[in-house]
């Protein structure tokens, strides 16, 4: 047996703890996952209890050295044979606990680009001699961490979704059932990095947006919906004809992910992850550029075979990049890697 312990900030509901989320509940029978937070709990936390998902609460407070976390976190790191440490404040209370408790086999996932971080760089440099595996969740994320905060030895390990979420008719759902008009779709938590106040500065006459994340963004817009935190996001792609995903920077871009293998149009800002993410199966506009954005959207909402098409190649897309079952199985080739050394 393997015993894997994931060090996370909080069980917030983003990608990253997502990911997670997935690695505990569909571990192989010789992979024993628990999580432990370097703060508090979260949203996430019943479905990793339902799950039968051991949790520790660090219980850092905000403004604090956090000492009592890192002991805490040291104590839970002896009891495994791995430690993977997730975005700043899991790479970073993670890697002190590992040194504390003088533990080596520590992998660590970068899983954005993180261009609003400062000081943020010199911890992490200083703590990735910590880490023996450093994996990125895209080659833009890879990039950044090599060119601006000057880390190496990164690897890339691509995200991953659940392709038996969405079924193959799903994007035909809302035709079938006639409701008219096009609606739009945005996903995601309602700060400056995901641009949904560019969104809104182009939305095209006529069209609905639902918005569905939590967060303190909010403006009140005729043709927008907000839905607040959504559980269900493979019904609500499944309802839509557009996903548009207007971030600032974006390390991966798990909804695209979700969009494409939901075979709905995806329209996004060319950044980082995203480009490789979207590719050729979706429309890439300039980021912070409404103008450009809506041009964008206007040509796709007004071409429904373009959508069909674009629709069938993001399929194929995510199916062959994207299949969280290959994410998995990558993953736990290294945890048995680093457990036996």
Known sequence: MTRVLHIVCDLSPGGAERLVLELCRRASPDIVPSVATVQGLGPLEPEFRAAGIAVLEGGRRRRSLGVRAALRLAAAVREADVVHTHLFAGDTWGRIAAVIAGHRAVLTTEHNVNRDETWQRGVKRALAPVSRRILCVSEAAARYAREVEHIK???????????????????????????????????????????????????????????????????????VRWLGRREDVPRLLAASDVLVVPSRWEGFGLVAAEGLAAGVTVVASAVDGLVEVVGDAGVLVPPEDPVALRAALERVVHAPQLRADLGQRGRARAALHFDLAQTIRAYEAIYRELAAV
Do not use: I, W
């Open 153 to 223: 030895g990164v690897e890339v390990l691509y995200n991953g979704v659940d392709l038996s979420r969405y079924t193959d008719d799903g994007p035909l759902t809302r035709a079938r059932a006639g409701l008219p008009g096009t609606r739009l779709l945005a996903v995601g938590r309602r700060v400056p990095q995901k641009g949904f106040d560019v969104l809104l500065d182009a939305l095209p006459a006529g069209v609905e947006l639902q918005v569905a994340g939590d967060g303190p963004f909010q403006r009140e817009h005729p043709q």
